[in-house]
């Protein structure tokens, strides 16, 4: 009973054992794309979404009316904290394959993304991100021995153990907890948003979503509610190309850039190379400035590639070539800043090699700081009752009851 | 007869059901070309093609809408939820429409659909990779919820759920899918090529929705689970040397209440076991009808042991499963009581 289909599948550019194509990415030249003023309406800024705004060029020099004209000093700061959290990355996948931690997610290739936007914005502003985002914390200067902590599900765990390794908050820096149940911030950020124009404050709030997640109502709810009441928000799309096992054509990429939902919803939408610290930096500050003099929200698109695998429980050489990352046309976010420094005479290969020693060392110094805490396999642990805290702001007598119960059975 | 672990009898069950039903269609995140998260679809879209077994955007509402949508058209669609964590957003589609189709069109219209979906913790997943909703799902009148606790009953629950022309949610204990587990981390892992349950047959058979099974014979007290449950309450009855008949309920919607209804009529004292956490949990609706139907020959209060009413703490794994010290705690108190 053989039929033919007449569905579409999406088809994979390349699959394991072939050589990587990524002849579908369409690119436009560095300096290439106009930039608009930066409360231009909608319909006449349609092809931002389309294009790809690029600063630097091929032999590492910042063109077009995009470049940000950062000073040195910021453009050194972007390199350092972008190495910082690629170092820490790696520290903090080896603890996973050590057992001290139980998982763990790297954002190898899309450092240039949290680490340039978090420049861009005020410390005021607050972040709604997704789970590969830590190059925010970076920017905003939590000590990386409360991240590990936080790994670790220690007795300094910022959330008392209660979260998969990697779903930090921090009330503080205005940076919101980390939801595992993806696209729940993005109709979130939108509220935030929104209470701010209610208030009549000017900070704003900015959201994080990979390509895949895109595909959840809730990036539809948000857009709309971000559109129909011009909410102060910068809501992005990391489209690092891969959604686990499932390439960006299986969340819509296919047809159209993701950018071009921002449009379709009435909102400027913006597709920027997301491996270009000063493109990043500089679109950001536009969709800021735009969402702070209230001209409406912006839909961001960082085109990137998630050079990792998805996280330590997956295994990316089942369905992508091993050598995909590397011939990814875009390159990768610290390599090309590092280049643009030499290029301008500000950086050198025997600094670079300072500055990464310089941050391997403090790595590891926050990483033996942070197991005094407490490991997974380790102590000191955390107090077993803090389970019970924080389920309600007061403790209802049900859960007293268990927290007893638990004692008992413990025999403490 | 070949021994199967979970993951493979799943795979079983889907490979004989999409080689028999040219309608039969698979759907789900990463369930195709790479052979779900879990790989209990590995090598399915291989033999029988992308149009078949499909990979999907992640929206879960729009997985269930979808299968809704061709379960109408003619398919017998299966999809999968990668976590039941990750339910939720499908939750309108199941809940308003999946499970009220064919009332609301006095029997026009309705969707064999089929949602598999990995429960239960047990694997360090944190709060939203542990979760066992199912209790949620009972809830809701027209969807039958069924969970197996063996290899050989999750293939022929499997079939059963495909082949029946009412919805069915179908929770996999994932802490099942390579051994059994008796709640005891310290203990070396078991696989299923060495339990008699992991003995299934390589073709067709179906086990039947709606019938509970009694795993182990008994007089003293009965204990009624399902899923990673069940070892618990064996372990925890060998080790208090407590003769308990333990029934493994297997299918919430339709309840068997015969088969358990009639052993606690027999021991006079009852148990029973979820992860879920506790209140209204699908162990109060247990409670309540073995109490409406087994009250005068009861000899004490029926118990209950449970997840504790929090979410999954990720460092306090092994303190929130509810692990043979407390269900034996809690058989202990059942039969002290009275
Ligand atoms: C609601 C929901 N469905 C499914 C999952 C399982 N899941 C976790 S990450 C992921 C892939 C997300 O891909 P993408 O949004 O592209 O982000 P990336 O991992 O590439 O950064 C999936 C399917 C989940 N966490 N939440």
């Not at chain 1, 005020?122 to 970076?138: C, E, H, T």
């Not at chain 2, 997840?307 to 303190?319: L, M, V």
Request: glycine share 8%; net charge negative.
């Amino acid at each position: 009973m053989a039929r033919r289909s007449r569905l579409h599948i999406p088809q994979h550019h390349s699959r394991p054992g072939e050589e990587p194509d990524f002849s579908y990415l369409e690119t436009s030249p560095a300096g290439a794309v106009p930039r608009p003023d930066v409360n231009a309406r909608v319909r006449d800024i349609g092809s931002l979404s389309i294009d790809l705004v690029r600063v630097l060029d091929d032999s590492h020099v910042a063109v077009g009316p995009w470049n940000p004209h950062l000073e040195v000093p910021d453009l050194q700061i972007g390199l350092r904290h972008m190495l910082l959290t690629r170092i820490f990355d790696e520290r903090m996948q080896r603890a996973q394959r050590q057992g001290k931690t139980s998982f763990y997610m790297r954002c190898l290739g899309e450092e240039a993304v949290s680490v340039a936007q978090g420049m861009a914005l005020r410390p005021k502003d607050m972040l709604f991100p997704a789970y590969r985002n830590q190059g925010l914390y970076v920017v905003r200067g939590r000590p990386l021995v409360d991240l590990m902590c936080q790994l670790l599900s220690n007795t300094r765990d910022m959330c008392k153990g209660r979260q998969l390794p990697v779903m930090y908050h921090w009330a503080e820096g205005r940076i919101f907890s980390i939801s595992g149940n993806l696209t729940t911030q993005f109709p979130q950020a939108v509220g935030w948003a929104m209470a701010a124009a209610i208030k009549g404050e000017d900070d704003i709030a900015v959201s994080w979503i990979g390509e895949g997640s895109s595909a959840e109502a809730d990036f539809h709810h948000a857009m709309l509610f971000a559109s129909v009441y011009m909410a102060p928000v910068i809501l992005n799309i990391v489209n690092n190309q891969w959604a686990i096992s499932t390439f960006q054509g299986f969340a819509g990429g296919e047809q159209r850039s993701f950018a071009a939902r921002g449009p379709g919803y009435g909102m400027a939408g913006i597709r920027v190379d997301g491996n270009d610290f000063l493109a990043v930096h500089a679109v950001t500050q536009w969709a800021a400035e735009r969402a702070r003099t209230g001209a409406g929200p912006t839909l961001i698109e960082h085109v990137t590639y998630r050079g990792a695998a998805h996280s330590t429980s997956d295994d990316p050489a089942r369905y992508r070539p091993k050598d995909d990352y590397e011939k990814w046309p875009l390159g990768d976010p610290v390599l090309r800043l590092k280049n643009h420094l030499i290029a301008l005479g500000e950086w050198s290969e025997e600094r670079h090699q300072a500055l990464a020693q310089e941050l391997e060392v403090h790595v590891t110094e926050s990483w033996k700081e942070a197991v005094q805490y407490g490991t997974l396999t380790d102590g000191p642990r955390l107090n077993r009752d803090l389970m019970f805290q924080d389920v309600f702001k007061e403790m209802p007598e049900q859960l007293r009851k268990q927290r007893e119960q638990l004692r008992a059975e413990q025999g403490v | 007869m070949p021994q199967m672990n979970m993951i493979q009898a799943l795979n079983s069950a889907m490979d004989i059901m999409l080689a028999r039903d040219p309608n039969v269609v698979m759907l789900g995140e990463d369930i195709g070309y790479f052979g779900g998260v879990f790989r209990v679809t590995d090598g399915l879209q291989r033999k029988y093609g992308e149009h078949r077994v499909l990979d999907t955007p992640i929206a879960e509402g729009a997985i269930v809408g979808a299968a809704i949508g061709m379960g109408v058209n003619g398919l017998r669609p299966v999809a999968e939820v990668q976590f039941a964590d990750y339910i939720y957003p499908a939750c309108d589609q199941i809940f308003s429409e999946l499970a009220r189709l064919r009332y609301r069109s006095a029997g026009d219209f309705w969707a064999p659909v089929t949602i598999r979906t990995p429960c239960g913790g047990g694997i360090r997943g944190g709060q939203t990779h542990s979760q066992s909703p199912e209790g949620i799902f009972t809830h809701v009148c027209g969807i039958k919820v069924v969970m197996p606790s063996t290899p050989y009953d999750a293939k022929g629950l499997l079939i059963a759920s495909i082949e029946d022309d009412d919805p069915v949610v179908f929770f996999e204990p994932k802490r099942l899918y390579n051994g059994p587990f008796d709640g005891d981390v310290n203990k070396p892992a078991v696989p299923w090529s060495t339990h008699p349950k992991g003995e299934v047959p390589d073709g067709y058979y179906t086990v039947p929705i709606g019938k509970a099974e009694i795993v182990r014979k008994g007089s003293a007290v009965t204990m009624v689970a399902y899923g990673t449950m069940i070892y618990v309450c064996e372990a925890a009855a060998r080790a208090l040397g407590i003769d308990a008949e333990i029934i493994d309920v297997r299918s919430m919607v339709p309840l068997d209440t015969d088969t358990i209804c009639t052993s606690v009529k027999k021991t006079g004292r009852c148990l029973i076991a979820h992860e879920a956490t506790r209140f209204s949990g699908f162990g109060a609706e247990l409670s309540a009808t073995i109490q409406e139907e087994c009250f005068w020959d009861l000899e004490a209060p029926i118990g209950r042991v449970a997840g504790w009413d929090t979410p999954y703490p990720h460092a306090f794994e092994w303190e929130y499963f509810p692990g043979p010290l407390r269900v034996a705690a809690a058989l202990q108190a059942v039969m002290e009581a009275a």
